[in-house]
Structure formats: structure tokens, C-alpha cells
């Protein structure tokens, strides 16, 4: 049997350090006064923000087969003590790497689990991936899974995020199409457009609205041009060897969208509405019970690949669209175009069997803001990456970035000693890496989602956009850095040094690390090949 810990967690916050005293880790001793406990837990929502200590319980019910070994598995935990049935079952500590421990004498068929946290720090999260319990196995049946759908091409990536509105002085899809040589020089060979629709009046956010409250998926946002303007984007693109894949924001529109007056059961009653949980109070949500959402929504979806000849979408929040829709959605765009590349905003490991190629890495940008907060050593980000090869299918590939538009920018977050060797990890790491563009000039205004806020090209660091040439060229010299399984990637350190191993059927690649300055060196066949000192 096996059994994912996830869903509503109780919360009981201990400032006065009474828990183990009262003995709260007993089930009958929990405190009735709670909070609700999401796990796991959002980057963007701290539930332990300012608090010293806290609890966590969590119920489950487990069917036991004799004779059989049971784990209790945590693939991202913060540092705590842990009890199963009023019994203690270990203590987890501060490390990114997977954490097992064997409950075999304690499990039952109804079970309370117990944590609790006690030296909470700034960004400590609690339980920040799934948590199991599996019989007989340290590993989730769903990695044991193999993705083969994925395009060939996608392993070569190097994907470019552009928001329309801010990217050029016009804002507009020819101030893109005109910059477009600018990206190929720097060695990008994809990009992805954020919602290229027209925003909806009702509700909206700011002067011009969210772009991700969409009135009509059919048209194009005046504000950037014509449908004629778009084509030409994506034939010139084409024509540069560069693939385009834009947003799909699937999961609502805004309140006033032309859906609403095709048929307004499309979306849910106002009673199952959610997002005003997440702050979204310019969008209604559809609804994926009712047969014509699911039409329309697909047959929308094939659209732009049909009429435009895009490559792919990146999917807005794909997590709250119902599974079983991009199995059946998905299964139909690739009929119409095979090699489609599908991105979904979520870290969520069940997304890859029904048909998503590249999810996002956002623990991985958690870990290293904790190592640039000194809350982790340098080595812990490789503890991360090693774990996540038993906790996704296998051949999943994930998205690595730095920032994005939902987060600030990199050289805000980020300290310059760790600003170029975090930028190596995003190029030589498995996975396909992400720059939302103004990264690779170190643009420090994050740019407003809904105001016309044009980034200020003329403040720009020529040394980073420099590294960043060299380091894309890096990637696409050696194609073990292009190789993502489990098979190419491992690591070693010691006081001296960090040295990651990639390596495919022909070629081994040593990139080092040198402590503490941690400049890096790429070592090939015996030699030097390239050498990035972390100055800027």
C-alpha cells in the first residue's frame, strides 16, 4: 500500500514551548484550537512566517500486509522531531535530501502524525513536498513510471520569458519580432510569451489589468498588435531556427469574458469559486464537470497551433485544471502537432503521465535562497537534485530558473558571491533552464503585471550579459549537459571543493567548484576547458 501525506494539515503554533510538556504528540493531547496547514506548503505562502515553534498533524488511515517493511518517507521537510500514534518515530533534520524513516512496529489503520518544528527560521515551510508512507518500498510507485512523450528537441532548450507589454519601448508583438536576432546572438532557442489576449475591464487590477485575466482566448490584446502582427513573430522566429510556445491560462478568465455569454455554465457557481483564496479577485473559475468547458478549452487549444503554428504552451497553474482533461486535451493537440511542448506552472510529479513535458523547479530556487542565506551549505542544492530522481517519473525533465515574473529579481534575491555560481548551476544542472528576460543584463526593477512598466534596456550589466553568452555556449558544447537522468549526474565534495559529474554514452564532463569563492572550472578529458570567476 502506499499513501501520499498531502491536503489539509492542522496547525498548532507553540510560542510559549508547551507542546512536548502537555504532550501534544499524543493524538487525545492536540490542541483543538487549529489552523489549516496546506501541505506541501507554497514558496509564496510562509504559515510559519514570524513564529518561533510549531506543530504540525496529519490523519491517515493504512492497510499493513504481514511481514512487510513500512517507511515514512519526507522528500522536503524542514528540521523536526516526529511521532506516529503517540510513539516517536525520529527526528528529521536540516538537509534538501530525502529522509526516510521505518515505522513498520508503529503504523496502524488509523494514524496520527505528529511533527514538530522548533527552530523555525525566515522561508521555513514545513513539509514542502509530498510526503509517504509505503509498504515494502522507499520509492513512490509513481517514479518508478517512464515519460517517453517528451520531443526530442526539448533537451536543447534554453528558454526566454517575455512579457510583451514591458519588453519593448512599443510593447508590442514587432517590438518583440525586432529583437528577436538580439535573443539568437545570446543563444536562445526558445521563448515563451506571457498571455498575448485581451484583458477584461470588470474587476481589473492596476491601470491596463492582469494579463492573466483573459476576456477572450479567440483574439489577440489590441494593445500588441494584430493577428497578422503575432504570425509574423512566430514565422520570423521560425525562420531563426526559434520555437514559441505561449501562455494558457486555462483555470479562469475574467469576470467579463465573451465565454460568459456563450453559455455562463461554463463556470462554476459562485459558492465553488476559489480563487479569491489565492488573491485572484479579477477571475472567475471554469468549470471542468461540465462536458462544453472541456470542448471549448481544447478545441481553442488547437486553434493556435492550427492557425499560428505555435510550439507549445505554458500552463498557467496547471495543478488546479482536473488531470484527467490534459490527458484527453493533450492527447489531442499532439495529434494535430506531434513534437508539442507542454510547460506547466507546478511542481506536482503526476502531471508528467498525462502528457506535461517540463514542470516547474520551484524547491530548487527555495534551496538556493536558503544557501545564499547561509541555512544550507553550497553541496545541499546536489542533495536536492539527486533526491528528485526518485521522487519524479523517470526521463522528467524540470524547469530550473532563478526568477520569474511572479518572484523579484535575481540580483535583489541573490547575493553577488552567489550570483554567477547559482547561474552556472541553472545552465549545468539537469534540466532545461529559464531567463525572464532583463535577467541576463541584471535588471533590478521587477516589471508591474498591470501597468504599462517598459524595462530601462539602458541600465544594463554588459559583464553578466557576456556570461550568460558563454555559458549558453557551454551547454551546447558538451551534450552531457543536456543529458537528464539519473544515470548522468552525480557529485562529490569536500573542504576544498564542489565537483558535479555529468556524463552521457560517450563524454564525461567535471565541473568544480572551488570553496569558498566558488569560481568554476569545466574539466574535460584531463583539461580545463572554460573557467567562470565569480566577479561581476
Keep these: 500500500m502506499e499513501v501520499r501525506l498531502e491536503g489539509l494539515w492542522a496547525l498548532a503554533l507553540d510560542e510559549n514551548n508547551l507542546g512536548e510538556k502537555e504532550e501534544w504528540f499524543i493524538p487525545e493531547h492536540y490542541p483543538q484550537e487549529t489552523v489549516d496547514y496546506r501541505s506541501p ?10 513564529k518561533k515553534r510549531g506543530w504540525l498533524k496529519k490523519e491517515f488511515d493504512f492497510t499493513k500486509h504481514v511481514k512487510t517493511l513500512v517507511y515514512l518517507i519526507f522528500f522536503g521537510v524542514d528540521e523536526c522531531k516526529v511521532w506516529l500514534n503517540g510513539e516517536f518515530a525520529g527526528r528529521l533534520y536540516n538537509t534538501a535530501g530525502k529522509q526516510v524513516l521505518e515505522v513498520s512496529k508503529l503504523i496502524s489503520d488509523k494514524n496520527t502524525l505528529i511533527l514538530k518544528f522548533e527552530r523555525i527560521q525566515p522561508e521555513t515551510l514545513g513539509v514542502w513536498k509530498y510526503a509517504y508512507v509505503i509498504e515494502d518500498s522507499p520509492v513512490p510507485a509513481l517514479s518508478k513510471k517512464m515519460i517517453s512523450h517528451t520531443p526530442k528537441w526539448l533537451d536543447q532548450v534554453v528558454l526566454y520569458s517575455i512579457f510583451i507589454r514591458n519588453f519593448s519601448p512599443e510593447g508590442t508583438f514587432n517590438g518583440v519580432t525586432e529583437k528577436l536576432p538580439q535573443l539568437k546572438a545570446m543563444g536562445v532557442n526558445t521563448i515563451w510569451l506571457l498571455p498575448i489576449h485581451p484583458v477584461g475591464l470588470k474587476e481589473r487590477k492596476g491601470t491596463l489589468g492582469s494579463p492573466y485575466a483573459i476576456k477572450d482566448y479567440y483574439a489577440v490584446n489590441p494593445e500588441f498588435g494584430t493577428k497578422e502582427d503575432f504570425k509574423r513573430l512566430v514565422d520570423t522566429a521560425h525562420s531563426m531556427d526559434i520555437r514559441v510556445i505561449i501562455d ?9 469574458s465573451v465565454m460568459k455569454d456563450i453559455d455562463p455554465k461554463f463556470y462554476k457557481h459562485h459558492t465553488e469559486q476559489q480563487n479569491a483564496a489565492w488573491g485572484w479577485t479579477d477571475v472567475l473559475e471554469l468549470d471542468y464537470s461540465y462536458a462544453p468547458t472541456r470542448k471549448y478549452i481544447t478545441e481553442m487549444m488547437e486553434y493556435w497551433i492550427r492557425e499560428f503554428n505555435i510550439d507549445g504552451y ?10 484527467d482533461f490534459w490527458q484527453s486535451a493533450i492527447a489531442r493537440i499532439r495529434a494535430l502537432k506531434k513534437n508539442i511542448f507542454m510547460l506547466a506552472e507546478a511542481d506536482n510529479p503526476e502531471l508528467y503521465p498525462v502528457g506535461f513535458d517540463l ?9 538556493l535562497r536558503r544557501i545564499n542565506r547561509g541555512f544550507y551549505p553550497f553541496y545541499e542544492i546536489l542533495e536536492y537534485v539527486q533526491t528528485q530522481y526518485q521522487y519524479y517519473p523517470q526521463y522528467a525533465r524540470r524547469m530550473i530558473f532563478l526568477e520569474n515574473h511572479d518572484t523579484p529579481r535575481a540580483v535583489e534575491t541573490f547575493t553577488p558571491d552567489f550570483l554567477i555560481p547559482f547561474n552556472v548551476l541553472k545552465f549545468i544542472l539537469p534540466g532545461i533552464p529559464l531567463i525572464y528576460n532583463g535577467e541576463e543584463v541584471g535588471i533590478k526593477n521587477t516589471p508591474s503585471l498591470f501597468d504599462r512598466d517598459p524595462i530601462d534596456w539602458s541600465i544594463k550589466n554588459s559583464a553578466l550579459l557576456e556570461f550568460y553568452k558563454e555559458i549558453i555556449k557551454v551547454k551546447k558544447s558538451y551534450p552531457s549537459l543536456n543529458y537528464h537522468f539519473a544515470d548522468g549526474f552525480d557529485f562529490s565534495y569536500d573542504h576544498s571543493s564542489v565537483k558535479i559529474h555529468r556524463f552521457d554514452s560517450e563524454k564525461f564532463l567535471e565541473i568544480v567548484f572551488e570553496n569558498p569563492a566558488l569560481n568554476s572550472y569545466f574539466v574535460s578529458n584531463g583539461k580545463i576547458r572554460k573557467t567562470f570567476q565569480n566577479v561581476l
Design 41 to 50: 506548503a507554497f514558496l509564496f505562502d510562509v504559515p510559519f512566517k514570524d
Design 248 to 256: 494558457l491560462v486555462i483555470n479562469h478568465t475574467s469576470p467579463d
Design 314 to 323: 505554458r500552463c498557467d497553474v496547471a495543478f488546479l485544471v482536473p488531470l
Design 359 to 367: 514542470t516547474y523547479d520551484w524547491n530548487l530556487m527555495l534551496t
